[in-house]
C-alpha cells in the first residue's frame, strides 16, 4: 500500500484554495490523513463513490464523539442530542415520524412565504448602504435562514429580532456568543410549543403536533424541542450558501445572465453551485464499529472518518469538467453531496433548496446592476478549514 498523504488544516493554501488543495491529494490517493495542532489525526475519504458509499455503510456511526458540547446550564442538555447522533432504531423512529412535514412537496407550499420574507428584506437592503456598499452577508444572507426557521416554528413578529440574534450567534460558529444563545433559544422552543398546542396554525411544529396526537409511537415535548434546536442548529447552512452562491454568480456573469434570461434554470442552478461552492468541507466525523477498508487503506475500529465533500463534488470520476462552473447542467447530473448522503441526508434539504431559489431569483432580478464592491480575490473569508465562508458581502446595488 503506498503511504497516504496528509493535509494540514492549518495550511494557507488549505484554507485559500481548498477545491485546489483537496483535488490534488484526491488524484494521489483515495484517502488522506487530515492533521492540525492540537488534535488528533482523522481520516478523509476524497473520491465520490467512496463517500456516498461511506455515508451510507451503517458501519460508520455517528456519536457523542462526533459534536462538540457547548457550556450551557444543565437544563439545555437534554435538547443538545439531535437525530444526527442516533443510529439503528432509535434514529429510524424518530426519523420515520418527522420525515413528512419535511417533504419537498411541503417544502414548495411553503415557498410563498419565503418569497414573502425575502421580499421584505430586500425592500430593507437599499436603507443599509453604507459608504455606497452593503454587506449581502450581514444584510440578508445572515439573518432570512432565521427569518424562515421562526415562520416555519411560529415564533410571533415581536420576538424575531432576538431569534435574528440567535442565527448570527450559531451561524459565527462555536464560542462564547453560541453557548449565550442556547438557553434563549431553548426557552423560546418550549414557548413556541406550547403556543401551538394551544393554536395549531398553518407551519411545521403545527404538524409535528398532530403526528404527536395521532401516531401511537409518540413525538415527545422534549423531542420537539430538540427539533426547534437541530433547525436552527443545521438551518444556517442558507446562510453561506447563499453569500457562496452570489459571489460565484458576480463572478462569473455570463452564468448570471443566463439565470436571468430563463428562471427555469434556478433549481438546477442551485444543485450546481451547492457542488461547485457548497459551504460543508467535511462531513461530521464518524466512526466505524469495526476495522474496515476504504480505497486499500485499513482503517481500524473507533477512528474519526470524514467525507471531504470539497473533493467529492468535484471528482473527475463522476462529474464532466468538474472545476468549470454550469448552471445549465440540468438533469443527468449526479447527486452532489452537499447534504450528504444515506440515513443522515439532510431532513431539511427540500426547504434550504426552496430558500436558496427564492433568495438568488429574487436578488437576480430586483437589483439588475448588481455587483461586488471588491475585486472576489479581495472578499474577506473565515479562514475555517471545515466550512467555506465568506467574512462579508460588500455589494453595490
Not at 75 to 100: F, I, K, N
Not at 162 to 183: L, M, N, S, T
Not at 258 to 264: E, F, H, Q, S, V
Request: glycine residues 8%; contains cysteine; proline residues 9%.
Amino acid at each position: 500500500m503506498a503511504e497516504v498523504p496528509e493535509i494540514d488544516l492549518t495550511d494557507s493554501e488549505v484554507l485559500s484554495d481548498p477545491f485546489a488543495a483537496y483535488g490534488r491529494v484526491r488524484e494521489r490517493s483515495p484517502v488522506a490523513r487530515l492533521v492540525a495542532p492540537g488534535a488528533g489525526p482523522m481520516w478523509a475519504v476524497l473520491r465520490y463513490e467512496d463517500a456516498r458509499a461511506m455515508l451510507g455503510d451503517p458501519r460508520f456511526e455517528l456519536s457523542a464523539a462526533s459534536f462538540q458540547r457547548p457550556d450551557v446550564p444543565e437544563d439545555c442538555l437534554p435538547y443538545l442530542r439531535t437525530m444526527q447522533e442516533m443510529e439503528g432504531a432509535e434514529h429510524r423512529r424518530l426519523r420515520g415520524l418527522v420525515s413528512p412535514a419535511f417533504t419537498p412537496a411541503r417544502a414548495a407550499g411553503f415557498r410563498s412565504r419565503v418569497e414573502s420574507i425575502v421580499r421584505n428584506s430586500l425592500d430593507e437592503l437599499p436603507g443599509q448602504v453604507e459608504g455606497g456598499s452593503v454587506d449581502l452577508l450581514r444584510h440578508f444572507a445572515r439573518p432570512l435562514p432565521m427569518d424562515v426557521i421562526c415562520e416555519l416554528v411560529g415564533i410571533p413578529g415581536e420576538n424575531r429580532a432576538r431569534w435574528r440574534e440567535y442565527g448570527a450567534a450559531v451561524a459565527a460558529g462555536w464560542g462564547a456568543k453560541f453557548a449565550d444563545a442556547i438557553p434563549g433559544i431553548m426557552a423560546g422552543a418550549k414557548e413556541a410549543v406550547a403556543r401551538r398546542r394551544a393554536e395549531p396554525a398553518d407551519d411545521l411544529l403545527s404538524d409535528l403536533l398532530r403526528v404527536q396526537a395521532e401516531d401511537g409511537d409518540r413525538l415527545g415535548d422534549d423531542e420537539l424541542v430538540t427539533l426547534v434546536w437541530q433547525l436552527v442548529l443545521a438551518g444556517q447552512t442558507p446562510t453561506n450558501l447563499i453569500a457562496n452562491a452570489m459571489l460565484t454568480l458576480l463572478s462569473h456573469p455570463a452564468q448570471l445572465a443566463a439565470l436571468r434570461a430563463d428562471p427555469g434554470l434556478v433549481p438546477g442552478a442551485v444543485e450546481e453551485l451547492t457542488r461547485w461552492c457548497g459551504p460543508q468541507l467535511l462531513t461530521i466525523p464518524r466512526f466505524p464499529n469495526e476495522e474496515v477498508e476504504i480505497g486499500g487503506v485499513p482503517i481500524r475500529k473507533g477512528e474519526p472518518v470524514t467525507a471531504a465533500i470539497v473533493s467529492a463534488n468535484r471528482d473527475p470520476r463522476v462529474f464532466t469538467d468538474p472545476d468549470r462552473l454550469d448552471v445549465g447542467r440540468g438533469p443527468g447530473t449526479p447527486g452532489h453531496l452537499g447534504y450528504a448522503y444515506g440515513p443522515h441526508f439532510c431532513l431539511a434539504a427540500a426547504f434550504a433548496r426552496v430558500q436558496t431559489e427564492v433568495a438568488l431569483t429574487a436578488l437576480a432580478h430586483r437589483f439588475p446592476e448588481l455587483a461586488l464592491a471588491v475585486a472576489p480575490a479581495e472578499t474577506p473569508r473565515v479562514p475555517d478549514p471545515g466550512t467555506w465562508r465568506v467574512a462579508a458581502l460588500p455589494v453595490t446595488l
